[in-house]
Nanobody
Framework: QVRVVESGGGLVQPGGSLRLSCAAS????????IGWFRQAPGKEHEREQI?????????TYTDSVKGRFTISRDNAKNTVYLQMNSLKFEDTAVYYC????????????WGQGTQVVVSS
């Protein structure tokens, strides 16, 4: 079974950058689509998929992050990244990754997530 671990979150000022990592064990990620999701404070029942990368490396982004976030994969490291630039207050959330066969990802298992706080 593929297990994913998210990392790279932290506290950052508006306009700053972070790079999140989604590391996998149990199976090569290159055969899967990987989606990045986020759950904002006060929205415990809403986990929004903000980006996805297919096994063919095609990428998708939700409008709120398009042009600011970049998803990529390093198959040698079995890791998918989310480069987040020009961060805004509204990007504050817990970020999760999950895998599926295709984008958009329908997640069946979740990791612990990594928290991103954008604050001045």
């Amino acid at each position: 079974q593929v297990r994913v671990v998210e990392s790279g979150g932290g506290l950052v000022q508006p306009g700053g950058s972070l790079r999140l990592s989604c590391a996998a064990s149990g199976s090569p990620l290159e055969y899967y689509a990987i989606g990045w999701f986020r759950q904002a404070p006060g929205k415990e029942h809403e986990r929004e998929q903000i980006s996805c990368i297919g096994s063919d490396d095609r990428t998708t982004y939700t409008d709120s992050v398009k042009g600011r976030f970049t998803i990529s994969r390093d198959n040698a490291k079995n890791t998918v990244y989310l480069q987040m630039n020009s961060l805004k207050f509204e990007d504050t959330a817990v970020y999760y990754c999950a895998r599926d066969l295709t984008c958009p990802v329908v997640a069946s298992h979740w990791g612990q997530g990594t928290q991103v706080v954008v604050s001045s």
